[in-house]
């Protein structure tokens, strides 16, 4: 029992330490599973889904005799096409060097795809020399096999499908900037149908583009089309697998008819899937395990249930977002919630490009299957989406008007997902970054504003961890002054556990001391999910992406890259490219970071002066878990946050420093005060008289005792039983 309670009081003495320590258990617990998800397995004769390949590389069909094969082969109704390549490459949309432009956009001849998009106004890196690619042409290493995002893949004519990806030849002309077109011909070389793509950059500094797709029926007959084109690629793999994969899919649906009602708003899933989720589970194939090449995304019951209607979808990763959502012409003008369902598009797959990858390695894009549309003779169906490709930023994205009609931004939430999920409440999140942007407002710095969002987390919390650190002490002091006649009572009885146990309950209750005492530790774990919202809070802020430390002192006055952006990590000694390495739970390591020891060292000052000595006589194993646990706490935690983003190491000590600071202060005012002397806490009791927990225990043994022996004897004699005369 003593060292239990010992061991209570030391875990209560260290609160912020364990707090702290709580906090990254979830985050090693994060980083573990993405990291152990990760495995190297490829075949070299792996048959990958390839939207566009070469003709010779698709696989021999066996033999069949001319007058087999069917006519539809042989004499296709519809063909495409070809137009004679000028070799010249189309005309790019938006510009890199205007920063008024929010993407900048090249296409490619594929499919009238886009080649890549990218943002003006974001880097990669604080050097500000490579611009943040969002989209981008995949190419599967060592082979010819490639998709291109947004491109146009087949059209379905009267039942007949045909091929506009212009793999084979080139069929995409470009008419104007951002504007394309192929046709289709019958087998006497008749025009049959137009299909134009038209891409427009969103006006007034908006993030993203509108995509208009056109089908142009050119015949004097009626008919049947349907387009099938490819949507967004994944996003990037993040340089630091720091916290695992943060690559995550949403959506924006509108309730059943009946339960919408009249009502606009787009309801936000709050599942926070990971993307790994609508890869699948592995199937064994003749090269190994792999993922399905397809998987239906939407409909399926598992993203949105039956009755849900899908508003938006999107990819997004920790800062930025690309999403496929309506096109809103006048967001004052909508009058039903119908008017922000996504038109056009019956059913969304993801296709696995490298199926036999991990999941943090695997690429993925989607593919939108349109609706059948019959057009009537010498006339065309058009339709238009919006793509949002920039920040995860709740405060720009409500400045745009449409995203923020679709409640778009309320996809932005600081969780980290997994373990930690449950305890990560939005609404507090969502309180610290308002009161974080507060402090940014006034002091103009993004490192001194986390200095003050800790100190004043801390001084909220202070009540309950004084009250919390002062029980737990005055317990344990009251349970060292008992050991004695503990020891004796065990040595008396050590053949008679009952007795044992019985003698020790009247001991606790002679000298005053309720069970409850054990409980003072309770409050600081409840504390445990400020802190964990908090850490939640500063890693998702893309306020702090590219942004120095304290006023840019290190980078103007040192010339020192040390903490030049807050969302990476420190960077003190920059490491030659030929000793840069990867480690699965830092991801790329081109420097050596000091923020990280700082924590180390700041950790053992913490067991070095605050850790009061052990009382009780220790087991050989709880020595072991003793030693163990400062090894944990000096050497593994800063180890696992050697590549953390550095204002999360600045939140770390910041806050472990604070707890020092406050348990000293809290030891010197129960010492100056006697609060601690065994007299004092038993003059107290005995002031008080007996607890909740002693009350209630009284009262369970009266109980006890009327079941038993019935009610107790009234006495004549008694105050209580006289009559006034």
Not at 680 to 692: L, Q, T, V
């Amino acid at each position: 029992m003593n060292s239990l309670l010992s061991s209570c009081n030391r875990r209560i003495r260290n609160a912020t330490l364990l707090v702290t320590v709580f906090s990254l258990f979830c985050m090693l617990s994060v980083t573990l599973i993405a990291t152990m998800s990760l495995s190297k397995h490829q075949h070299s004769g792996v048959q990958a889904v390839a939207w566009f390949q070469d003709s010779d590389e698709v696989e021999d069909s066996p033999a069949v005799a001319p007058d087999e094969i069917p006519a539809s082969i042989v004499a296709p109704k519809y063909v495409v096409r070809v137009i004679e390549p000028t070799g010249e490459d189309f005309e790019p949309l938006g510009h890199l060097d205007n920063s008024d432009e929010r993407s900048a956009i090249e296409f490619s001849k594929l499919g009238a795809g886009i080649e890549s998009l990218m943002l003006p106004d974001d880097f990669e890196t604080v050097a500000g020399k490579v611009h943040v690619t969002l989209q981008a042409r995949f190419t599967l290493e060592g082979t010819t096999k490639t998709a291109v995002p947004f491109a146009a893949m087949t059209i379905e004519i009267n039942d007949e499908q045909v091929d506009i990806s212009g793999w084979e030849a080139p069929i995409w002309v470009q008419k104007s900037t951002g504007v394309f077109e192929a046709f289709i011909d019958d087998a006497q070389g008749n025009p049959v149908v137009r299909i134009e793509r038209e891409y427009i950059t969103k006006p007034e500094q908006r993030h993203g583009f509108y995509l208009t797709e056109t089908v142009e029926n050119l015949t004097g007959l009626p008919i049947r089309t349907r387009l099938v084109t490819l949507g967004p690629i994944d996003m990037p793999k993040a340089k630091s697998t720091y916290a695992g994969d943060r690559r995550r899919i949403r959506y924006g649906f509108l309730q059943a008819p009946e339960q919408q009602s009249t009502s606009l708003t787009v309801t936000v899933d709050d599942k926070l899937k990971s993307r790994n989720k609508i890869f699948g589970k592995k199937i064994e194939t003749q090269y190994g395990k792999a993922y399905p090449e397809t998987l239906t995304v939407w409909p399926n019951e598992d993203v949105l249930e039956g009755g849900l209607r899908l508003s938006w979808f999107a990819l997004v990763d920790r800062y930025f977002v690309v999403a496929i959502h309506p096109h809103l012409d006048n967001v004052d003008a909508i009058q039903a919630p119908e008017d922000k369902l996504l038109r056009g598009i019956t059913m969304i797959d993801r296709i696995a490009l490298n199926p036999y990858e991990s999941p943090m390695d695997g690429v993925q894009v989607l593919r939108l299957t349109g609706e059948l549309n019959e057009i009537p003779a010498n006339s065309s169906v058009s339709n238009t989406l919006g793509v949002y490709a920039g920040p995860r930023n709740r405060p720009l994205m409500n400045t745009e008007p449409e995203i923020a009609a679709l409640n778009m931004p309320a996809l932005v939430v600081s969780n980290l997902g997994g373990i930690c999920a449950p305890c990560t409440f939005s609404w507090l999140t969502d309180i610290l970054i308002g009161v974080l942007r507060t402090f940014h407002s006034i002091v103009g710095d993004w490192a001194v504003s986390i200095l003050l969002l800790v100190v004043l987390v801390r001084a909220c919390l202070h009540p309950v961890t004084r009250w919390s650190q002062i029980r737990v002490q005055r317990f344990s002091v009251q349970m060292q002054a008992m050991a004695p006649k503990q020891k004796a009572i065990r040595e008396k009885y050590k053949d008679d556990s009952k007795r044992q146990q019985q003698e020790m309950g009247k001991l606790w209750k002679e000298e005053g001391i309720s069970p409850a005492g054990m409980l003072g530790c309770l409050p600081m774990f409840l504390q445990s999910p400020v802190w964990i919202a908090l850490y939640a809070t500063l890693f998702f802020a893309s306020e702090l992406r590219h942004e120095p430390a304290f006023y840019g002192v290190f980078q103007n006055v040192f010339n020192w890259q040390f903490m030049n952006d807050l969302a990476a990590p420190d960077g003190a000694i920059p490491l030659p490219s030929a000793m840069h390495f990867s480690f699965p739970m830092w991801g790329n390591v081109n420097s050596i970071n000091i923020l990280p020891m700082l924590l180390g060292v700041v950790f053992y000052l913490h067991q070095k002066y605050l850790t009061p000595p052990t009382q009780a006589t220790l087991t050989p194993e709880q020595e072991s878990q003793q030693k163990m646990m400062k090894v944990m706490m000096v050497f593994l935690f800063p180890v696992m946050m050697y590549a953390a983003p550095s204002g999360l190491a600045l939140y770390f000590i910041t806050n472990s420093t604070m707890g020092i600071i406050e348990n000293k202060w809290i030891r010197a005012h129960m010492k100056k005060h006697g609060m601690l002397e065994i007299e004092n806490i038993r003059a107290e009791k005995r002031s008080k008289g007996p607890g909740f927990i002693q009350r209630m225990n009284e009262a369970a043994e009266a109980q006890k005792q009327i079941r038993e022996k019935g009610p107790a004897q009234i006495n004549p004699a008694s105050k209580h039983n006289r009559r006034g005369k």
